[in-house]
């Protein structure tokens, strides 16, 4: 993955001291063996870089470490540290330099992948191929959470998204309601793009990636005068 240090600064400041300390209760230091984080296997799906770039994404991981990436179908080299933060929520940095953070599925065998320079992914556990996606296979009722606010350093609150034509309505628990409309799909990598509008009057562009068996939704909401992703709200959703 790309590193664009001017654009990071931000959150290495501001997420430096909570990274470290949870690299050592993570148990890379003190001599405490390190947990398992049960994410074994192969992931894969689709990715948009910050210029709106799609290509497909492949991370093995063993025990705590990410062993190889594949992006379009070549290899990088690269590879990296994972830690858990929270449930359901890794942190980590790869070997360019690059930090990564993850929200998981309840099952455990989907991600919302976001990295500082906004590469936004969703990753299933085992997958090999992206379908032909429809602007249909949004539809329906989608659980899980949203976060915010650094993300991981900030808010997150349980939500509900009903999605019908295109149109899919966020309702979080702390009563916040985020509409996004999307009008335009990537059929070949599951992309929707739009704009968004919420109840605290905040409005700006839009983001959805399906994953490879259309079980799990990750999106983006971020306004137009948003640092992202650091401002950005994202959602990680599972069908229900």
Do not use: K
């Not at 001291?17 to 074994?40: F, K, N, Q, Y």
């Not at 540290?81 to 599925?105: F, K, M």
């Not at 989907?110 to 949004?138: C, G, I, K, Q, Y």
């Not at 704009?195 to 079980?215: Q, T």
Request: one cysteine or more; charged letters at 25%; aromatic letters at 12%.
């Amino acid at each position: 993955m790309q590193w664009q240090p001017w654009r990071v600064l931000a959150v290495v400041v501001l997420g430096g001291a909570v990274m470290t300390g949870c690299r050592i209760e993570a148990g890379t230091g003190g001599g405490h063996p390190p947990p398992t984080l049960g994410l074994d296997g192969t992931w894969f799906g689709a990715m948009e870089d910050a210029d709106g770039t799609l290509f497909t994404l492949e991370w093995r991981i063993q025990g705590e470490r990410l062993t190889r990436e594949v992006i379009a179908g070549q290899s990088t080299g690269v590879r990296g540290d994972l830690w858990r933060v929270a449930p359901g929520q890794l942190e980590g940095r790869l070997s360019d330099g690059t930090w990564v953070r993850l929200l998981l599925s309840d099952t455990r065998d989907h991600a919302l992948l976001v990295t500082e320079v906004f590469e936004f992914a969703v990753l299933t556990r085992e997958a090999r191929a992206l379908p032909r996606f429809l602007f249909a296979d949004l539809d329906g009722r989608w659980q899980g959470r949203q976060a915010w606010e650094a993300w991981f350093d900030g808010e997150r609150a349980r939500a509900t998204a009903f999605c019908a034509a295109g149109d899919c309505e966020i309702v979080a628990d702390d009563d916040v309601v985020t509409d996004l409309v999307f009008t335009r799909l990537d059929p070949d990598y599951g992309l929707f793009r739009g704009r968004f509008a919420d109840s605290l009057g905040d409005s700006g562009i839009a983001g959805a990636l399906i994953s490879a068996d259309l079980l799990f939704l990750g999106t983006y909401s971020c306004a137009i005068d948003d640092l992202f992703p650091e401002d950005c709200t994202f959602g990680a959703f599972s069908f229900d």
